[in-house]
Each structure stands twice: as C-alpha cells, then as structure tokens.
C-alpha cells in the first residue's frame, strides 16, 4: 500500500520515500542524455583524428617494442612522485590529456622532466631509427586501447622541444611526429 504525501513523492507500506517523475529526475535525466551525446562525440573525433594505418604498415617488430619502451619511459617519468613539488590534479590532467597549455614552473617540472627521459632514450639511436620507433609507439599507441575502450593518451607524440634562450623551442619529439604525418 502507498501513501501519497506531497505531489511527486510516495511512501510504501515500509515508510520508504521514493520520487516519481520529479523536476530534478527529469532534470538528472536530461543531463545524463547530454553527457553521453558529448562523450559520443567526442568518442568519434578521436577516432577520426588518428592517423591512417597505412602509416604504421611496415613498421618493424623491434621498432614497436623499442615504441612501447619510449611510451613506458615517459609515463614512468611523468607519474613518478614528487614531493617537493606535486602536482595538482588539474595539472595532471593537463599533462595527460592535454589542454593547449604547457605545464612548466622552471625546468623541473613533471612534464619536463618526462619529456627529458623520452628525448635521452630516443638519443641511444641514429635519427632514422630514432623516425622508426616514434612510428613504432605511435602504432603501439593507437592499437592499445585504455580506460573506457579510448586510445591513451598521446602526448609524448607532440611534446614540443627543450625550451631556448630566446623563448622558442628546440625540435622535439612533436615535430618528428608531424614529418612522420605528413609523409
């Protein structure tokens, strides 16, 4: 047996309180509707902005494994603990997904100092080769999906280079992926 208390509110025969079709249901549900059209979307311009295939065909067995260990060496170094100067959430979010807005505070930085491991385990190899494992973690990248089905994050692949005394950037890892693209 239920008990009509107020408009829009129930209680049963236990003493329960339960809405039905409430403003604010209706208002939750309107949101949650919105939120997957927005993921939905989102979803589809990450895959349409990944690169074609093709452009990882012929890219050899050593070449993606050597990738997967750049890719590793600058996550490791990007989550490593700082506790002299941590980050903030927003900032790790940031330096994970992006945001068009560099994370520095000098050179020692999380950001900096991952992109500084990426950019010493790349220097172990002749430039060509240096070419074929940047294509090797950008196939191992966008083949391996994360959380929720999506493509990790790629911001190894465009971090721009060490920062000039002029303000400028030297050539980094960014502008090899972008010759790599453009082929």
Not at 8 to 28: E, K
Not at 44 to 60: I, N, T
Not at 113 to 119: K, S
Request: net charge negative; aromatic share 6%; with cysteine.
């Amino acid at each position: 047996m239920q008990v009509l208390v107020k408009p829009h509110v129930r209680c049963d025969s236990t003493g329960r309180v339960g809405l039905t079709d409430h403003w604010l249901d209706q208002l939750q549900a309107g949101v949650q509707r919105e939120i997957q059209q927005i993921e939905q979307a989102r979803e589809a311009y990450v895959r349409a902005a990944q690169p074609d295939k093709a452009l990882f065909e012929g890219v050899g067995e050593e070449a993606v494994r050597l990738g997967k260990l750049l890719n590793q060496t600058f996550a490791a170094a990007l989550n490593r603990p700082q506790a002299d100067s941590p980050m903030t959430l927003f900032e790790q979010a940031q330096a994970v997904y992006g945001g068009g807005h560099e994370i520095e505070s000098g050179d020692d930085s999380r950001l900096d100092y991952a992109r500084r491991q990426a950019e010493d385990f790349l220097a172990q190899f002749r430039t060509e080769v240096q070419t074929e494992i940047v294509r090797g973690a950008m196939g191992a990248l966008y083949a391996d999906e994360g959380q929720g089905g999506r493509p990790k994050s790629d911001t190894l692949l465009w971090l721009a280079g060490q920062r000039r005394s002029d303000g400028g950037r030297a050539d980094g890892i960014g502008n090899m992926t972008a010759r790599i693209v453009a082929v």
